[in-house]
């Protein structure tokens, strides 16, 4: 090794957007990092990508401008590698982890490769500890779990940052005494949006408790690949070392995901779909997958990223990948942000993949799983109300539909919609829905067994009291 | 096999997991070799002269040309002997608790480690004798293991001759000789517990047969809509959330097989996690013992590394074989082939072939085709009348969601069952959301007798009825949906109550509901005899003038829906208080319009 260390070359061949094609160099690793340097003086970072006899093909990280044949490459023996320590807390980062918040050099405890390694199977631990974000569309019917990757599937325009500031702001697990970090790693975001996190973040103290890794849209591109891998190696180091439970926000990995197009195009891979690689599904997964609970380990990883869906569209290849891998999605709604409906989550195509194993008796209440499903199916039929409504007008509904017409509208209005300092407890969320349950006839209540209606339903709960006034009568 | 071993080429060229390597002069195609100073496990994919391509299982990083390369002579093989069950294996078959215990919690590479333990001692009870002549597939003893009496076999590659030593009864680890058989040519050859056996080529048996008999899911939709039999084939596609994995885990815990092979190919890490912690503590009826006993689990999860994904469904259906040939009835489930296909394209790619649909090779038809094939229900080797079936199970996970991709289509010829999932019913929580207007079982015919004879009812018959109700409620529906289904005659509307009873009282099926998550045949054909019965019940009814809103508001209708949550036990005297509360009702609304 220490002979091959700082080996340098020159003989670049060809210069071809991020890739430099070099005579062959013996003592190249394959996927060993290089330090470029130009006559005059400039510096560029670089990783192996073939090592060979007769070629060697690097590829630069960050902005290829200023390159040309004439270059020295030096070959420094290591992997991309993240110094990391508790000190970052509270520092600011590039998106390739170089400090730039004007602070000393980070004190390295260790050095880890940013690929990290894949968590042995059965080394996991299962997930199943809720998180309480105080907001009632996520905490009743699509659950958050410790240890979880759910990410956020949004549009431009939508208020995914504000959703995504309120988790962060709001999230807990009841009855732990909290280890909490946030791990924020910005993926070619304009500046105004990383300023809104930073102030966020700032507002309710949360900046000391955090790193943040800044790529932004003007900062090169090929860095975003690196981004999200930086984040999620100083956040396994607070997680499984420091033992902190470390919300990770990744955030456009839309934009990580065109990076990835774009460098292989310039390697001229065969694509895919839509141009992007082949390969995407188990890049992502590379990613995704750093997320979770280990056997042992006090601390987790929460995975929380967002990406804007191009025109919307779930069956476009970053989505859909993406649903492949996370453990089920939050959907915002442009139907619903237009009608003034904060946090727009549209309920019906989202989905917690681990709620089921993170509420209930004990967890949350006994009740939880059932008044979920209930409402799901009750919205759903007001949903599909609301289409017949377009078609034949309300006059022509029956009076089962019109009770859920008007369902829809509260369930969007007083259990979806709160502000974004609102913070409700598990139970209040319950309440509303019981209360929103209660204006359909008990007959419709078909998800919710007849035990848990005789407990829990406002007509027959407390000394005698009656529910909230008139609601049953809607469908009289 | 022996091989010139001194042949060790060296490493020319690294391109992620493809290296290349010049002077392994002799080496073959499809050859396990070991790569660099790290020895990491590689395989010759193409030879081009003195250049050998070779597809490394491992990471490659750090690896610079000029290191040494190994010949190992084998081709990519299984070790098939005791101390499989139970087991929770990497793509290539490698233990991954022994590997947790080695490295932590991060898997690393390089790691060497057999699949089956040296140190365990198995108690081997012989049951043939020296001077017995013996042919492939005779068996020599057995071993009890987990939940089943483990068939110690003459390995399907040994030459046919006669027993000359025989181990007594006793404890022996899995390397100890346990017989010598000698060819007629004088070939001495040592029998242990274990052999290998190259996992690229299906393991020969006697005789194909037609599979007759169902493969008891105790999921309703599938056992009784889209059945699959044992040494079946079939394909479950559909978009994420659809349903892919709850159904096979369902079918890994519930199906009355005697083996399970569970591949976790390029899929989540929680979802083996989560098999891992039922697994142990979930009870097989058929034998009291925890299911993990009869399982074989093998998890290549999406962030392990790709190109073992492409080995782990070869290494899987390689042990299914190893089991169905001890006579057993084995199910192989895949989760997802589709990663697997991913996998296969990712290596072309790399190897500049020359892409087809959607940048798969040319071959991947056949090679999907490689892996379906070898599931069936055949006479197993050796002078023994034994059956044995693989069933398979596969998981597809079309990109977008779109059916026609080439892995659904390809996949789609060589299944007998189809279950299409369908993002539409997963939306209304309608699970399994298999659509039962887009999927088939070519199987239904031939089961036809196998449901009299084993519940005494003629399923098919009812089947064929509730597919009657649910074909025609689909296209009312489509109806309703313009005009709303107040515009629709009673007669119609009956139809679009009859099918939703069939739908919610029968297809939707909540795998974490206690009861429900499995249904017997018996109960599946009682339940659905009586939602058909209650259509042609209430039918006269409609005709005689009763109106849809008084037949809807029977009580009986709520009855009939929730008898699927009923326990088995309690089960048929429920039906016959919710049949007999049907004809009050009925006879009153009768004579009420009289
Ligand atoms: N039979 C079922 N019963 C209850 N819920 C189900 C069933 N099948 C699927 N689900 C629900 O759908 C979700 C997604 O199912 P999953 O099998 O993980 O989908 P896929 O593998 O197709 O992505 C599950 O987390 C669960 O909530
Ligand atoms: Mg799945």
Redesign the interface.
Known sequence: MAV?YGATRKGIRLVKGPLLFME?V???????VVRIFSEEGREWVGQV???????TVIQVLGDTEGIDVGVIVKFTGE?LKLPVAEEMLGRVFSGSGVPIDGGPPVKAEDYRDI?????????????DEFVETGISAIDGMLSLVRGQKLPIFSESGLPHNQVAAQIARQAVVPGKAERFAIVFAAIGLKHDEVLYFRKQFEEFGALSRSILFLNLANDPVIERIMTPRVALTAAEYLA?DLDMDVLVILTDMTNYCEALRELSAARE?????KGYP??M??DL??IY??A?R????AGSITLMPILTMPGGDL???IP??T???T???IFLDYDLFNRGIYPPINV??S?S??M?DGVGRGKTREDHMEVS?QL??SY?EGTKARE?VQ??GEA???KRERTYLRFADRFEREFVAQGFRERRPIEETLEIAWDLLAMLPE?EL?RISDATIAKYHPKHRGSGEEGPEGKTEIYA | MAVEQEVTGVV?????PIV?ADGMRGARIREIVLVGEEKLIGEIVRIEGNRTVIQVYEP???????EPVERTGEPLSAELGPGLLGQ?LDGLGRP??K??EM??????RGIKLPTLPRDVKWSFKPSARVGDRVVPGDVLGTVPEGAVTHKIMVPPNALPGRIVEMAPEGDYTVEEVIAVVESAGGVRQEIKLYHKWPVRMPRPFREKLEPTMLLVTGQRVIDTFFPIVKGGASAIPG???TGKTVTLHQVSKWADADVVVYV?C?E???E???L??HFPKLIDPKTGRPLLERSVLI?N????P?PAREASIFIGITYAEYYRDMGLDVVLTADSTS?WA?AL??LS?RLEEI?SE??FPAYLPDYIASFYERAGRIKVLGRRDEMGSVAVIGAV?P????LNEPVTQHTMRYVGAFWALDKDLA???HFPAINWLKSFSKYVAELKYWWIENTGYDMMEYRERAMEILQKASSLEEVA??????ALSDENRLVLLAAEMIR?GFLVQNA?HEVDTYCSPKKQAMLLKALVEFYDRARPLVEAGVPMSSIREMSSV?LLMRLKFVPEDEFEEALKEALTKLETEASMLMAEVR
């Open positions: 091959i062959g013996l003592e190249a690793r394959f996927g060993e990508l073939e090592a060979g006899r007769e070629a992997t690929n990290g390694a894949p968590i042995n199977p059965t080394m996991r631990d299962y997930p499984f891979e065969v694509p895919s779909r082949g390969y599904y188990s997964a590379s997958e750093r979770g280990i056997k042992g380990k069956t476009h290849p859909d990948l649903g492949y891998i453990e089920g999605q019906l195509p989905l993949r681990l089921k499903n799901y199916a759903r017949l078609i034949i022509g509904l029956s007959a078909t | 020319s060229h690294i391109k992620g290349v490659t990083e750090g690896m610079r040309p000029g929770v991954l608790p590997i947790a490295t932590g919690p991060f898997i690393t978009g994420f959330g976790g390029g989540r890490g929680n083996m996690t989560d891992l912690q998890a999860t999406s962030n392990m790709v990663r991913e394209r990712e790619s892409p959607r940048g996970s990109s977008g969601g779109d939306f209304k929580r949906r313009v005009v709303g289904e107040a919610e974490y709520g």
